[in-house]
């Protein structure tokens, strides 16, 4: 079981926007730490999407957004296109485990 | 270009010892903490440890499941960062990937990846 928690799956038709949860608590999210996203293409290293909880590194397609309220926060992905299959994370800190926590990743299919 | 290279795994019995090194380039490894994330083949992300800048103390922090067996390390003079792991477990089969933390932004971020290097605990 994650400490952060995300839905296993989400899938949506070209051109369409899809959203992936991240789920925490008072011991990371709420405690004001921020939270990373990063995409895993199969075979592959992840790669940083979004930091801190709403900024893109340089290269990084702005169909990306990142967003935090309180214990959650969420990856949107506008003008879904075939090359967006892929698995998503979330991560962020926390200080009961004292150190990184990610979540359990989320499967994007493009229908 | 920033580049994180893995090296070290391989095939080991349960109860052995490997240490895997990541060699970087491209940028001032003594101005950045490193982190280590490994992967068992199917399964999520999961966060091994991190070593700090040497300005930060180069001291280390590790998950409960590695903490007593794993040790990390780093040469500043050579660029490299080492995970020592002891009394392996076939748990502890996995893709081991070390990355470069972003300071500056808090929580242990990581920007830059490197490809992975498996390790395969088995009898």
């Known amino acids: 079981q994650s400490v952060l928690s995300q839905p296993p799956s989400v899938s949506g038709a070209p051109g369409q926007t899809v959203t992936i949860s991240c789920t925490g608590s008072?011991?990371?999210?709420?405690?004001?730490?921020?939270v990373q996203w990063y995409q895993q293409l199969p075979g592959t290293a992840p790669k940083l999407l979004i930091y801190?909880?709403?900024n893109r590194p340089s290269g990084v397609s702005d169909r990306l957004s990142g967003s935090k309220s309180g214990t959650s926060a969420s990856l949107a992905i506008t003008g879904l296109q075939a090359e967006d299959e892929a698995d998503y994370y979330c991560?962020?800190?926390?200080?009961?485990?004292?150190?990184?926590?990610f979540g359990g990743g989320t499967k994007v299919t493009v229908l | 270009e920033v580049q994180l290279v893995e090296s070290g795994g391989g095939l080991v019995q349960p109860g052995r010892s490997l240490r895997l090194s990541c060699t970087a380039s491209?940028?001032?490894?003594?101005?950045?903490?490193v982190s280590w994330v490994r992967q068992a083949p199917g399964k999520g992300l999961e966060w091994v440890g991190f070593?700090?800048?040497?300005?930060?103390?180069?001291?280390?922090d590790y998950a409960a499941s590695v903490k007593g067996r794993f040790s990390i390390s780093r040469d500043d003079s050579k660029s490299i960062a080492y995970l020592q792991m002891n009394s392996l477990k076939v748990e502890d089969t996995a893709f081991y990937y070390c990355?470069?933390?972003?300071?500056?932004?808090?929580?242990?971020?990581?920007?830059?990846w490197g490809r992975g290097t498996l390790v395969t605990v088995s009898s």
């Open positions: 990355a470069r933390v972003m300071e500056g932004v808090v929580g242990i971020a990581v920007d830059y």
């Open positions: 491209g940028f001032s490894f003594g101005d950045h903490s």
């Open positions: 070593i700090r800048r040497k300005s930060n103390g180069a001291t280390a």
């Open positions: 008072s011991s990371n999210l709420g405690a004001g730490y921020g």
């Open positions: 801190a909880n709403n």
């Open positions: 991560q962020s800190y926390d200080r009961t485990v004292s150190g990184s926590v």
